[in-house]
């Protein structure tokens, strides 16, 4: 049984950063897509990037935080990080990660989620 569980939320001025971790336990190998997604109430969930942990490509897919996210993991390939700088208050949402064999930027293919971590950013 896989389980998605991210942390790292918070609340946060304008111009700040925050570090975002998902860890994907039960895929039988470390080969396996991460997706970072974020969601406002009454709002869609959007994708904001992925990362393929069996080679570490990661693609960042939201024009608004290009250049301020990126995705990342750790030398185990068992923690996926989301970095967030120079924040802004329409960063404001709840961020999911989700998990899934191969990358997709469908949020309803992927299989696994986490429960979710608020993410507040105060002008």
């Known amino acids: 049984q896989v389980q998605v569980m991210e942390s790292g939320g918070g609340s946060v001025q304008a111009g700040g950063s925050l570090r975002l971790s998902c860890t994907a336990s039960?895929?039988?190998?470390?080969?396996?897509?991460v997706g970072w997604f974020r969601q406002t109430p009454g709002q869609q969930r959007d994708l904001v990037g992925t990362?393929?942990?069996?080679?570490?490509?990661?693609?960042i897919y939201a024009d608004s935080v290009k250049g301020r996210f990126t995705v990342s993991q750790d030398n185990t390939r068992r923690t996926v990080y989301l970095q967030m700088n120079s924040l802004k208050p329409e960063d404001t949402a709840m961020y999911y990660c989700?998990?899934?064999?191969?990358?997709?930027?469908?949020?309803?293919?992927?299989?696994?989620w986490g429960q979710g971590t608020q993410v507040t950013v105060s002008s």
């Open positions: 039960g895929f039988p190998d470390n080969n396996y897509c």
């Open positions: 989700a998990a899934r064999r191969l990358c997709s930027v469908i949020p309803s293919n992927y299989n696994y």
């Open positions: 990362i393929y942990t069996g080679n570490g490509n990661a693609i």
